[in-house]
């Protein structure tokens, strides 16, 4: 018979798997209900030894969110070829797999907490937006936005992200369809800026040129299509009684 002996881990190695511990415990839970006792027994460490590579409570919140908050840029990380309404919806299905398998800890990524400096927080997250912003633009093609492209895409990525937060209260509306419904939002978006400006439409058109018959831009064409063949035809209005009468 032979007893198994427990392999000691490196202090690299040890930080990661505790950050791993971490983060899975605030896929079901907010970071600021997650205490270091429950951290290390998740582990099959003493909470000491936690302090041994983590010098506080907040370094290891940090640390542990610091990791969620690159994931979720990374999933913005899309190959760029084929249509861009494709691409986009790949983009949206890899973003709520995120806040799908981590709600809790998404929600206290976006709005901080006790647990995690404000400070701390708000950088992590706008270096998550700004990597989405820079994807979206390496997508477009475009190396120097004007200013309304630069307004659709900030916008779009605001709007993804508070989106997912009012999804994940309570899941009210089909996943696949909101994934759907932000790559809508997106063309709906550049489509209303192009019908203003002649550089937006320049930016515009060529895309949905590329689009495919089932592609997600052609599907938005096509329901709006027939939203406005179903709005009935406005009545001629009375002509104004004169003046005195």
């Given at each position: 018979m032979t007893t198994g002996v427990r392999r000691r881990m490196g202090v690299e190695e040890r930080r990661q798997q505790l950050i791993g511990v971490a983060l899975e415990l605030f896929s079901h839970?907010?970071?600021?209900?997650?205490?270091?006792?429950?951290?290390?027994?998740?582990?099959?460490?003493?909470?000491?030894?936690?302090y041994h590579y983590f010098p506080g409570k907040q370094s290891l919140y940090e640390a542990a969110l610091r990791r969620?908050?690159?994931?979720?840029?990374?999933r913005f990380t899309e190959p760029r070829e084929g249509p861009l309404g494709a691409r986009l919806l790949r983009v949206m299905t890899r973003f709520f797999d995120f806040v799908d398998q981590h709600g809790p800890g998404f929600f206290?990524?976006?709005?901080?907490?006790?647990?995690?400096?404000?400070?701390?927080?708000?950088?992590?997250?706008?270096?998550?937006?700004?990597?989405?912003?820079?994807?979206?633009?390496?997508?477009l093609a475009v190396e120097s936005p004007p200013p309304r492209l630069e307004l659709v895409v900030r916008s779009w990525v605001s709007l993804?992200?508070?989106?997912?937060?009012?999804w994940l209260d309570g899941r009210r509306v089909p996943r696949g369809?909101?994934?759907?419904?932000?790559?809508?939002?997106?063309?709906?978006?550049?489509?209303?800026?192009a019908a203003y400006d002649d550089e937006m439409a320049g930016i515009l058109l060529p895309i949905l040129a590329d689009e495919p018959p089932g592609g997600p831009f052609?599907?938005?064409v096509t329901r709006l299509g027939?939203?406005?063949?179903?709005v009935p035809s406005p009545r001629s209005a009375p002509l104004p009684a004169p003046r005195g009468a």
């Open positions: 839970r907010s970071p600021d209900h997650v205490s270091i006792d429950e951290i290390a027994a998740a582990a099959g460490i003493s909470r000491p030894l936690v969620a908050a690159d994931e979720l840029a990374d206290a990524l976006m709005r901080g907490g006790p647990a995690v400096g404000s400070s701390t927080a708000n950088a992590m997250i706008d270096e998550v937006r700004q990597a989405a912003y820079e994807q979206i633009l390496a997508h993804a992200e508070s989106t997912a937060l009012l369809e909101l994934e759907l419904q932000l790559v809508h939002d997106f063309a709906a978006l550049a489509a209303v800026s052609t599907d938005l027939a939203l406005a063949a179903a």
